[in-house]
């Protein structure tokens, strides 16, 4: 997890070259960041902190989409390693004002266990367990999801 700024022609070179090494892991970390050091490019880093006395900071590689999966999921755990709703740990981001979540139920087997369900998401007559769902996710009726991180604006059809 970081936050990386270059220009549109540095990068895109740099990537492009990244691609036909035979040699390359193609990880950002690994190859992207260590080849732009090389070449002599102006680098700041952020050091991660955790304002929780005692705790480690948080960091989590998420240079692999099985990584980034487990970096989400791993927030709905009873002691998460990142305090999402701490006040003291503020996240700076830009979150459109979207409608609350909506669920719509129809009784029987339909519910959420252990879930994140964002702003602007609507979810008919469906189970949710351990399932993370970005803003406006639609859930049509009769799914049951188990371990989804559904990304912004997914539709998950009917059963």
């Not at 102006?42 to 998420?62: C, I, K, M, S, T």
């Not at 487990?70 to 999402?84: D, H, I, R, Y």
């Amino acid at each position: 997890m970081g936050i990386y700024i270059a220009s549109f022609e540095y990068l895109s070179r740099l990537l492009r070259e990244d691609a036909y090494n035979a040699e390359s892991s193609h990880d950002f970390g690994r190859d992207i960041i260590p080849k732009a050091l090389a070449d002599g490019a102006h680098l700041l880093a952020h050091r991660f902190v955790n304002p929780h006395e005692g705790q480690p900071p948080y960091w989590r590689d998420v240079g692999t989409i099985d990584a980034y999966y487990q970096a989400n999921l791993e927030l709905l755990s009873k002691l998460p390693p990142m305090g999402l709703y701490e006040p003291s740990w503020t996240t700076l981001t830009y979150q459109p004002q979207l409608p609350p979540a909506h669920f719509v139920d129809g009784g029987d087997k339909h519910g959420i266990e252990d879930a994140m369900v964002s702003g602007g998401c609507v979810v008919i007559e469906s189970y949710l367990k351990k399932s993370i769902l970005f803003s406006n996710v639609k859930v049509h009726m009769g799914c049951e999801l188990e371990g989804v991180l559904a990304l912004p604006g997914c539709e998950i059809g009917p059963g």
